[in-house]
């Protein structure tokens, strides 16, 4: 059984860093498809950032400059750093996993997800 826990959301000013984290189980992240995701209020779910099975990084252009992902195998857990953080980064984050290696940016290709946490960026 796959499970995907994050953590690390919270209120931050703009301005500010959070780092989230989505410790995994039942796979070893090294070897799949890893993907942040996020939803704001009457929106659709979006892609963040991602990393394939070879380590290779893709970012959003929203977030590309601020936000990293990395990953930890020794922990099997997957990190999104979160710099700069403004407004319109408020949302709730998906950590997200995909049964194969490479990263797709379509929600609807990542088969087990997170429960979310919320990141609110005050102005």
């Known amino acids: 059984q796959v499970q995907l826990v994050e953590s690390g959301g919270g209120l931050v000013q703009a301005g500010g860093s959070l780092r989230l984290s989505c410790a995994a189980s039942?796979?070893?992240?090294?070897?799949?498809?890893m993907g942040w995701f996020r939803q704001a209020p009457g929106k659709e779910r979006e892609f963040v950032a991602g990393m394939s099975g070879n380590g290779y990084t893709y970012y959003a252009d929203s977030v590309k400059g601020r936000f990293t992902i990395s990953r930890d195998n020794a922990k099997n857990t997957v990190y999104l750093q979160m710099n700069s953080l403004k407004p319109e980064d408020t949302a709730v984050y998906y950590c997200?996993?995909?049964?194969?290696?490479?990263?797709?940016?379509?929600?609807?290709?990542?088969?087990?997800w997170g429960q979310g946490t919320q990141v609110t960026v005050s102005s």
């Open positions: 997200a996993l995909r049964n194969a290696k490479l990263v797709i940016t379509r929600s609807r290709e990542y088969h087990y």
């Open positions: 039942g796979r070893t992240v090294n070897n799949y498809a």
